[in-house]
């Protein structure tokens, strides 16, 4: 087995401001990675990255065994992303905004249909889904968003902070189903600064401070280096190894 997701050594500068200084990491089929860190860490810089959203100033990202900067065409498709800051458009219904992409991914209008009907059940999007999306609330946006990152079952999910600002029950939605891609086989990067949240979902985690990775592993690996009893202590005291 080879995994869906590399990071090599990727670096991004804008301007005299480093954000990514040579971050490094896997995710493989079937496993959860949580990418921690503090605002202003290169998180998001380092996940649109990943998406092919942002050149690399050094490094390269592989998708599925596809180079992203070599064959960007074919390693995207592979991907569903989802941003901080994604957006939806406001007049067309959460079914429009899902038949619109599905059909720029190319799937067939019965498959189409098929997947829009099950993605909407398993999100709970049927009050809404035929709803403008600017009378939605941020939860039903969220969800929304959430169903067109997994519309075309990708092998790799790449979410950007994707609970940030939800109540308990919309969040409870996202986590659900981002354990049910798991349990499909699916690799799942997301970014988080909710340590607790990545205590008991990931299966891995990847600390990054400054813009760099200070530390990857599982949970238990990770507390017994530190000697720390919590995820947040371990990062704080990594944190404070990392600018002495």
Not at 21 to 33: K, L, R, T
Request: proline share 4%; net charge negative.
């Amino acid at each position: 087995m080879t995994p869906s997701l590399v990071a090599e050594g990727l670096v991004r500068r804008f301007g005299s401001v480093t954000a990514v200084d040579g971050v490094s990491f896997e995710v493989w089929p079937g496993e959860v990675v949580g990418l921690l860190g503090p605002n202003g860490a290169g998180k998001t810089t380092v996940l649109r990255m990943l998406a092919g959203i942002l050149t690399p100033g050094a490094g390269r990202v592989i998708v599925r065994g596809v180079d992203m900067a070599a064959s960007p065409l074919e390693a995207k498709p592979l991907l569903g992303f989802l941003s901080g800051d994604t957006q939806l458009y406001q007049r067309l219904t959460p079914r429009e905004v899902l038949l619109f992409f599905g059909r720029l991914y190319g799937m067939d209008e019965a498959r189409l249909g098929r997947r829009i009907g099950e993605i909407a059940a398993a999100l709970d999007m049927g009050a809404f889904v035929d709803r403008a999306c600017g009378t939605l609330s941020a939860g039903q946006r969220q969800r929304a968003n959430i169903a067109r990152a997994f519309l075309h079952q990708p092998e790799v999910l790449i979410l950007d902070e994707p609970t940030n600002a939800l109540d308990v029950l919309s969040g409870q939605f996202i986590i659900r189903s981002i354990r049910s891609e798991r349990a499909a086989g699916r690799a799942v990067l997301f970014s988080t600064h909710i340590m607790g949240e990545a205590e008991y979902l990931c299966d891995r985690i990847v600390l990054l401070h400054a813009g760099r990775v200070v530390d990857q592993g599982t949970l238990p690996e990770l507390l017994e280096r530190s000697g720390c009893a919590n995820l947040t202590d371990t990062f704080l005291w990594l944190a404070g190894e990392e600018a002495a």
